[in-house]
């Protein structure tokens, strides 16, 4: 990246006392890199100690969980990196990704798969839980691997995606006129290229039942160089009904590359939903949640679901009592018009819905 590496030395030599200006200066110069999103996919920050030394900090002051690194790799896009606050061990974007050695706590009720999604998993790649949608893995890859990830422990496997596998998911789609929604999760949907989302949007709208295409993303806000011109084309020219829920947990993550994304999306209709993961020293304040919904609200994204975090092995270190929980949505009600409070839910098996807890 000779071009961004210049760019980067003449901005710090020049008005060193502007560097310690807005991260969002920073997203603007970085927003100036020629790179796609495919090159930054390919060069994901892997190494522990890449990532700390990048944000100037010491990896002696908070060792990493070796077990889990191995199990599920450290995984960081390099415009995520840019939005975190560097020499700060607290910084909320960072905790999400950080592999830290609380990943070894074990505590009674966390499980691999405490979803039991292998039950309602009929077809490889399809997920049939809920009446009327399906859930189908688009692909196994994602863009950031988020610590708290209820599918950490997934079978990717042997549910990843070929064109073979969405052929059966389709006949299966198709044989069944009581669903009306299919909902692209993964991994990440998004990770997918514009050739492969363009087939399996083709399938789908052949399937007359079919009037809701859903996409559960994470990339809009790690990678939102992917929000381009050419995929909100694919996407305003299907006749499905597009709605894509992105899955964002703190303000900070809202930088101008990502407003600018989004609105892209939203000029072409797309309906913008968020889901975020109450998640403990992340976003387990109502202040902090407020001037999230805030914030997505003025790139016309409004909150969907606040999900308890599943217990998942590996993630006990991000957990909040549902006392705690209800007492943060009480008082976003009292601050906040009640379009900006998002519904606190908690995903269990063999339920019919998702529990609302308030
Ligand atoms: C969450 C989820 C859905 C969607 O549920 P909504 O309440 O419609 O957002 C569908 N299928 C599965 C397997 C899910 O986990
Ligand atoms: S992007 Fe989603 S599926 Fe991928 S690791 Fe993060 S939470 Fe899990």
Known sequence: MPVATNVG?????????IYLMTQSIFNVIASNQPQTWQEILSDL????KELVEALNLNLDSKPVSMA??????LKVPRPFVLAMKKGNWSDPLLRQVWPSKEEDIKKEGFSPDPLKEKEVNPVAGLLHKYQGRVLLT??????VHCRYCFRRHFDYDSNSPSREHWKNAITYIKNDSSIREVILSGGDPLAASDRQLSWLIERLESVQHIETLRIHTRIPLVLPQRLTLNLSNLLRKTRLKVVIVIHCNHAQEITDLVKAGLNLMSECGIVLLNQSVLLAEVNDSSEILAELS??????NVLPYYLHMPDKVTGTVHFSVSRSKALAIVKSMQAILPGYLV?????????????THLI
């Open 138 to 143: 688009t692909t196994s890859l994602c863009a």
């Open 68 to 73: 889990e690194l191995r199990k599920f790799p």
């Open 45 to 48: 920050i892997t190494d522990p």
């Open 342 to 354: 998002p519904q606190l839910a908690q995903e269990e098996p063999e339920k019919p819905s998702k």
């Open 9 to 17: 030395i003449i901005y710090r030599s020049t008005a060193f006392s």
């Open 294 to 299: 805030q914030k997505l609200f003025s790139v």
